[in-house]
């Protein structure tokens, strides 16, 4: 059985960071390629960031693209999302979500495991 543990969210200041984790365990990491989403109470789950399974190309949306960087260490089967200059906006519950393949990763529906989530919290 497929495991994903996120952890390394909390409450924090506009401007800081934080480092996000996520470790996987049930399966050969590096048969995964990895993403993360994020969720706001009321809203959908939206994409943030997509790491491929060799860690080599990685992919973010818009409003997070030159403060978040998306990276994995096979070796520890982990994959991390450092957040840096946060905003109020980037207020939400975080996900890891892992996948075979993919006809669009930044969709929801692409992803097969996911983890728990972790609350991200930043006041102004």
């Known amino acids: 059985q497929v495991q994903l543990v996120e952890s390394g969210g909390g409450l924090v200041q506009a401007g800081t960071s934080l480092r996000l984790s996520c470790v996987v365990s049930?399966?050969?990491?590096?048969?995964?390629?990895m993403g993360w989403f994020r969720q706001e109470p009321g809203k959908e789950r939206e994409f943030v960031a997509h790491?491929?399974?060799?860690?080599?190309?990685?992919d973010y949306a818009d409003s997070v693209k030159g403060r978040f960087t998306i990276s994995r260490d096979n070796a520890k089967n982990t994959v991390y999302l450092q957040m840096n200059s946060l905003k109020p906006e980037d207020t939400a519950v975080y996900y890891c979500?892992?996948?075979?393949?993919?006809?669009?990763?930044?969709?929801?529906?692409?992803?097969?495991?996911w983890g728990q989530g972790t609350q991200v919290t930043v006041s102004s």
């Open positions: 049930g399966r050969a990491f590096s048969s995964f390629a």
């Open positions: 979500a892992a996948r075979y393949s993919s006809t669009n990763y930044r969709a929801v529906y692409d992803y097969t495991y």
């Open positions: 790491i491929t399974r060799s860690g080599g190309t990685t």
